[in-house]
């Protein structure tokens, strides 16, 4: 794969704000507000089927009371996953990673795949989202990068798909940031903005990695936060940002 290059904007699990989270709709409309790349979260269901959807259990975006990881994915395909945010998206689904990456193509998005295994499942999820990648990622895109909070989905990662771009997730970074960064051969680090002094934002950039920072939804502190040093914003308002960083 060509070299990780890094938009100074990404929706996050799509345009957050505007429209139900992890949906085609949402990636779709993160494109309507002129994001160039969007941020989603992976995880299994019970039957291994890589899924778009952020909590461990559907209940709140998809309305059942049940761990993804209990239900199989024929019946999380039944699920509405609008309704909650908007009557308009009632009936609204949760896609599968395929046809989110099926529908990236035609939208012409690039990506930031976050790896959000249910716990126990990391290596699981981890090989299961690379595979497709390796499959499917149509080459007209730009080069993907997989991030994660859990560093031995990142290893895992690395292990079956070397050639695929990683960054490791924090909340807040500890001392430890680079020697962990460093054993799953990250690239990138993505932070909490809230959480990111300018002291660790200077020293994740003298280290070489590039930066990301989420969820950033107000437009002074995405300014600030690109003073600072990030290379990119994760943004459940795309819009409000480019158009802040473009003043
Ligand atoms: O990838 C950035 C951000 O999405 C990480 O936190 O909980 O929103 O997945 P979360
Ligand atoms: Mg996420």
Redesign the pocket.
């Known amino acids: 794969m060509p070299l990780l290059t890094l938009p100074s904007v990404v929706g ?2 799509g345009a957050a704000s505007y429209s139900p989270e992890n949906t085609l709709a949402s990636l779709t409309e993160a494109k309507t507000r002129g994001a160039t790349w969007v ?1 989603f ?1 992976v995880k299994l269901s019970g039957d291994g089927v890589p899924v778009l959807m ?1 909590d461990a259990s559907l209940k709140r975006t998809a309305g059942l009371d049940r761990a993804a990881a209990a239900t199989s994915w024929a019946e999380i395909a039944t699920l509405d996953a609008g309704g909650w945010f908007a009557p308009r998206f009632a009936g609204e689904r949760v896609p599968s990673f395929e046809q989110t990456i099926r529908h990236l193509a035609v939208l012409g998005l690039g990506a ?1 795949v ?1 790896i ?1 295994p249910c716990p126990g499942r990391e290596a699981e999820t981890a090989i299961a989202t690379v595979r497709m990648l390796q499959r499917l990622w149509p080459a007209a895109l730009p080069t993907p990068v997989l ?1 994660s ?1 859990a560093d031995s989905a990142l290893a895992a990662a690395r292990d079956t798909a070397p050639e695929l771009s990683r960054a490791l ?1 924090f909340g807040a970074t500890g001392d430890d940031w680079a020697a962990r960064a460093s054993a799953v051969g990250a690239v990138g680090i ?1 932070v ?1 903005a809230r959480r990111l002094t300018p002291e660790r934002a200077a020293d994740i950039r003298a280290a070489g990695y590039l930066l ?1 920072v ?2 950033v939804n107000e437009p002074e502190a995405a300014r600030r936060l690109m003073v600072m040093g990030a290379h990119s914003i ?1 943004s459940d308002a795309p819009d409000l940002v480019i158009a802040a960083l473009a003043r």
């Open positions: 996050h699990r941020e979260d952020h930031n976050e959000k991030s909070f997730l993505n909490a990301s989420y969820t994760i």
